[in-house]
């Protein structure tokens, strides 16, 4: 089952799996466990340190693996997200990175988010449902490298798109890897193609480049679609 | 005639000495140190006024630039990555969680 709902899952990109079925009751108590950490660790205002660099806005650091052997319409996805932590400066940031090992060295089905505080790595959060991302599927071993310029990037306010950047994604796969950047509102075309011409200049990208615009309205609908054809071959098994 | 005439002269004595008063008068108000000094004071407010007005409204214009289309934090690619070596970009954040992809010591990427 596990192999054909690989081979059904046509959006795999950034964010994934982002199953909305209800959890067991135990998972829906360690969910809730996990909110009030999360709430309290929100609660902690992270500020720069004496003498520190300030970035424009705080940022949170997140880790998502899909528990191998487990079908994923079971899983939540708010459920597999663990936040890492929060910072407020250049040298909060590399503190952070520095500690956790590069994404090119992750193994399986896993996922680096970096988005502003406050804002959860999902569609359904406030500052995301009339968003979408920019998407580069990138070959492998250049993850690391494109991870690092992205978030420099992201973090050094090199977009000059107000407020309209959310967060950014590195999805290690199996074949490929991806990285995404999210934005506020897919309808501002202006916005989404700075987006996209500052994404060219950061990571050096060929001319020929494919980059992909998808709306998570978008991803919501393909998600469902997903789901309905897993339930058909689960049936007809 | 001679009474005329001794007018004339009289007119043209005065006359002569009108001019040397003028004169005179011309010359001291050069010399009087009061009057320019009464004077310059309120032509310099005036101009210090101009001058501050100006300089208000020019720094109100750069102000307004500034949150237009400067007024955020940025920071290049090369000066993060030049802050990535100091001592406090080094040490182990407090509540890092404990998990496979947390290291316990600081790695040097760039």
Known sequence: ??????????????????????????????????????????????????????????????????????????????????????????????????????????????????????????????????????????????????????????????FMVGEEICGAVVSVRFQEDIISIWNKTASDQATTARIRDTLRRVLNLPPNTIMEYKTHTDSIKYQHHNRIRLDYFAFRL | SLVVVSRFKTCLTLTDTRMEVSRRRVLQKHLEPARPLRRCPQVDIGKQSICLILTLVMYLIYIYIYILFVGRISYSRDFLIGLASCPQARKKPEFLPEHPIVLNEAVSWV
């Open chain 1, 1 to 158: 089952m596990n192999n054909k709902f690989d081979a059904l899952k046509d959006d795999d990109s950034g964010d994934h799996d982002q199953d909305q079925g209800s959890p067991k009751d135990s998972e829906k108590e360690k969910t809730e466990d996990e909110d009030k950490e999360q709430n309290i660790s929100k609660k902690k205002m992270v500020v720069p340190g004496a003498g520190e660099h300030p970035l424009q806005y705080n940022y949170t650091f997140w880790y998502s693996r899909r528990t191998p052997g487990r079908p994923a319409s079971t899983q939540s996805y708010e459920q597999n997200i663990k936040q890492i932590g929060s910072f407020a400066s250049v040298e909060q940031f590399w503190r952070f990175y520095s500690h956790m090992i590069r994404p090119g060295d992750l193994t399986g089905h896993s996922d680096f988010h970096l988005f502003k505080e406050g804002i959860k790595p999902m569609w359904e959060d406030d500052a995301n449902k009339m968003g979408g991302k920019w998407i580069i599927r990138l070959r492998k071993g250049l993850a690391s490298r494109c991870w690092e310029n992205l978030i420099l990037a992201m973090l050094g306010e090199q």
